[in-house]
């Protein structure tokens, strides 16, 4: 057990200034492909039930779309109505209405019927998108672990391949939940 401490003690003390530069680079991400998602969660219900078990908040990297995900999911998790009143309700009683862009935003996700068409190939993107966040995430704490490493690198090659096993386990262990626990019944 103390060997798995170095490792994350080596992942939690990584030099922050040498992640700074991921801040420059467009991660990646596609807006429009959240708002089609965002915009057949909000008007076809067989779109937001596979959603709401496909995707997670971290799949939307605009934080307004996490904000207006996170709201039709607990609409659907209660077996509330889900419209752009009710989410737009359900984010001002949690104070984030303004945080996902006012009630215009959530308005703006029926505006465009044809937003919504290929939802699904959007929900893959988004988490295709992701994975590939997390994978350049990992890929900048390996490498600020080589640069910082201590004279074990056994611990170092150790705490990069947790580091992997992370970003490509996260999917698996999520696919293996319970139905019921996916959807916080």
Request: glycine content about 4%; charged content about 30%.
């Amino acid at each position: 057990m103390p060997e798995n401490n170095v490792k994350q003690d080596l992942v939690r003390d990584i030099n922050p200034t040498r992640l700074t530069a991921l801040e420059k680079v467009a991660m990646p991400q596609d807006p429009e492909a959240e708002m089609s998602v965002l915009s057949a969660m909000m008007y076809d219900e067989d779109a937001r039930s596979e959603c709401i078990v496909r995707l997670t908040e971290e799949d939307f990297y605009t934080p307004s779309n996490r904000y207006i995900f996170k709201a039709i999911k607990t609409l659907f998790e209660r077996n509330s109505a889900v419209d752009p009143l009710s989410v737009s309700d359900t984010l001002k009683s949690n104070r984030e209405l303004e945080k996902a862009g006012g009630p215009n935003r959530i308005a703006e996700l029926g505006g465009d019927p044809l937003a919504r068409v290929g939802w699904q190939y959007h929900a893959d993107m988004l988490h295709r998108d992701k994975t590939l966040r997390k994978m350049i995430s990992a890929a900048a704490q390996i490498s600020a672990l080589a640069y910082d490493a201590p004279e074990d690198t056994k611990e170092v090659v150790d705490a990069a391949q947790k580091l992997i096993f992370d970003v490509t386990n996260a999917d698996v262990s999520r696919s293996e939940q319970p139905i019921s626990d996916i959807m916080g019944n």
